[in-house]
């Protein structure tokens, strides 16, 4: 449901990514890893047409949403929902006006506003918490408020930029069990971009490595801890040596 073609997203004439291609399969959570820098968000970014690449086919259910206008990206943006990494609230709206953000526009009265904003709330596990206001909560209850948002657009897939960055291993692990959870309740297709090992091995379907503008290494969690390549062994035991186990 979500490809892409060729791909090549080069700035500033450097490849941040050269001739990428891939294909994320409907209804499974695909995890993007790679150092710093090596153009995980732009991806995500690439797949709901926040940025647009040099060369190469971006496809959303069978469409090329690089030919699109920016009025068709808007669809495509509800049915490709994105997660930031920083949560991207608005501090001065309350936490029901940002889960609620995408009906503004709709003709819907205030009751029917609340009740949906209430069961948007209650899939995050975090109901009855709509009149406060994000400074008010804590890092983990902002990313599953962001996520609502997401939700809030009723998409077919979501994509999560680094969602447990920063976060204690419980709230890390409430939002990991969390992006499980949707990915079935909501029959959605998730892609999640992490630096957390542990954390893409205990719920990804396949695992994507990037590595100096391509793909190096794809394959299910099995296959990547059973893989050979060099690559991949550097990366999975450099994540050990930062005390993370594996
Ligand atoms: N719109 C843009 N214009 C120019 N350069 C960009 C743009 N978007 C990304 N880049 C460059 O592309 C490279 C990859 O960035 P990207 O944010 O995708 O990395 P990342 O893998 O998500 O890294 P991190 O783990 O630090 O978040 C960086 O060198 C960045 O400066
Ligand atoms: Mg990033």
Known sequence: MLELKKVSFKPDGNPVLDEVD????????????????????????????????????????????????????????????????????????????????????EKISHHEFHARVDKTLDVVGLAGIGARMPAELSGGMKKRVGLARAVAMNPKAILYDEPTAGLDPMSSNTILTLIKDLNTRLAVTSIMVTHDLPGAFAIADRIALLYKGKIAFIGTVEEMKAAALPLVQEFVSGQRMHGQAV
């Not at 891939?22 to 710093?36: D, H, K, P, T, Y």
């Not at 970014?45 to 068709?72: C, F, H, M, W, Y």
């Open 22 to 105: 891939l294909q994320v399969n409907r209804g499974e959570i695909f995890v993007v890893m790679g150092a710093s820098g090596a153009g995980k968000s732009t991806i995500l970014r690439l797949l709901n047409g926040l940025l647009a690449p040099d060369s190469g086919q971006v496809l959303v259910d069978g469409i090329d949403i690089t030919k699109l206008k920016e009025k068709q990206l808007v669809a495509i943006r509800r049915k490709v929902g994105m997660v930031f990494q920083s949560a991207a609230l608005f501090d001065s709206l309350t936490v029901a006006e940002n889960v609620g953000f995408a009906w503004r526009k």
